[in-house]
């Protein structure tokens, strides 16, 4: 937290192509970093997250990394399937006392077949 | 386990009018957060509540306001609503000691 870079704000894809989203935070304090999958006319729904104990995690087709010194984490999906198109968004806690994010704008993935 | 559930799912008002949003955490959970979610300012934090008591505060006017019940469902109440306040309000639970926020599926406000 307090501000969350990301970046692109549009990705596109061929089915079976990889995926990366990056994200930059300004808090150095923070160690909690989640992203969300919000696909249309749902709520976001948390898909992986890490901690600032570790610099890789990984599930199934998604990992998420981080970078502490540089302050940055990335979303790496792979092997990308037409349901993984859907707005992505990073997050970053918020420096004040709670559980309160600071979101990213988000990135639109469109995976075509 | 059922998820975070959200009621109204869409409601239209007009300006000046005031608004009451709910939401049912995950069960067992305690922490409730609002999140204001436009197109243009993207998700933005309102105000989370913990055992009832408000925790923390985002920027925003003093005509947006909450409260937690005993059961830990939670409200938001907007006044004098502006075309502005239109957009999907959010709630996201937290399980006890824990970070993540489990979302529900937002009430879409139209304000006419």
């Known amino acids: 937290g307090e501000n969350v870079e990301q970046h692109p704000s549009t990705l596109s894809v061929q089915e079976g192509d990889s995926a990366v989203i990056k994200c930059t935070y300004s808090d150095s304090a923070s160690n909690y970093f989640p992203w969300y999958k919000q696909e249309l006319g749902k709520g976001p729904q948390l898909i992986i997250d890490?901690?600032?104990?570790?610099g890789e995690k990984k599930d199934q087709r998604i990992a998420v990394t981080l970078n502490k010194t540089a302050k940055h984490f990335s979303l790496h999906i792979t092997e990308t399937q037409p349901e993984d198109s859907a707005v992505y968004f990073c997050?970053?806690?918020?420096?004040?006392?709670?559980?309160?994010?600071?979101f990213g704008k988000g990135t639109t993935l469109s995976v075509s077949s | 386990k059922a998820g975070v559930t959200q009621t109204p799912r869409y409601l239209i008002k007009t300006r000046g009018q005031q608004v009451t949003l709910s939401c049912s955490p995950i069960s067992g959970h305690r922490s409730v957060s609002w999140y204001q979610q436009t197109p243009g300012q993207g998700l933005q934090f309102l105000f989370e509540?913990?055992?009832?008591?408000?925790?923390n505060k985002g920027n925003f006017p003093g005509r947006f306001s909450g409260r937690q019940f005993s059961n830990s469902r939670s409200e938001m109440n907007v006044s004098t609503l502006e075309l502005g306040d239109s957009a999907l309000y959010l709630c996201?639970?937290?399980?006890?000691?824990?970070?993540?926020?489990?979302f529900g599926p937002g009430t879409r406000l139209t304000v006419l």
């Open positions: 997050a970053a806690p918020s420096n004040q006392a709670g559980t309160a994010l600071i």
């Open positions: 890490i901690r600032s104990n570790v």
């Open positions: 509540y913990f055992s009832e008591t408000q925790r």
């Open positions: 996201a639970s937290t399980p006890w000691g824990g970070n993540e926020q489990f």
